[in-house]
Nanobody
Framework: QVQLVESGGGLVQAGGSLRLSCAAS????????MGWFRQAPGKQRGLVAD???????NYADSVKGRFTISRDNAKNTVFLQMNSLKPEDTGVYYC??????????WGQGTQVTVSS
């Protein structure tokens, strides 16, 4: 089992920045990739950014050039640096981990609200 705990959400004005953190614990050696998903009100949860164990990153087109995913292996933590935030970035951000069996693990989510 893997446990994921997010932090760092909040309210920010358009153009501002936030940094989300996701601390992983448990059987983290089984994790092959980690990432961030976003769910806006009335919409489906969608990928924002992810990173494989080898360090390959992938971003949604809407956040390229503004968001950066990174990790601290020593602290088993993944980060999402969000710059130039827009109101359409508003939503609940979920940390995700995928193991070698393609089982998904989810955090509890953290709210990000960008005001115009």
């Amino acid at each position: 089992q893997v446990q994921l705990v997010e932090s760092g959400g909040g309210l920010v004005q358009a153009g501002g920045s936030l940094r989300l953190s996701c601390a992983a614990s448990g059987d983290i050696i089984c994790i092959s990739a980690m990432g961030w998903f976003r769910q806006a009100p009335g919409k489906q949860r969608g990928l924002v950014a992810d990173m494989t164990y080898a360090g390959t990153t992938n971003y949604a087109d809407s956040v390229k050039g503004r968001f950066t995913i990174s990790r601290d292996n020593a602290k088993n933590t993944v980060f999402l640096q969000m710059n130039s935030l827009k109101p359409e970035d508003t939503g609940v951000y979920y940390c995700n981990g995928v193991d070698r069996s393609l089982h998904n693990y989810w955090g509890q989510g953290t709210q990000v609200t960008v005001s115009s």
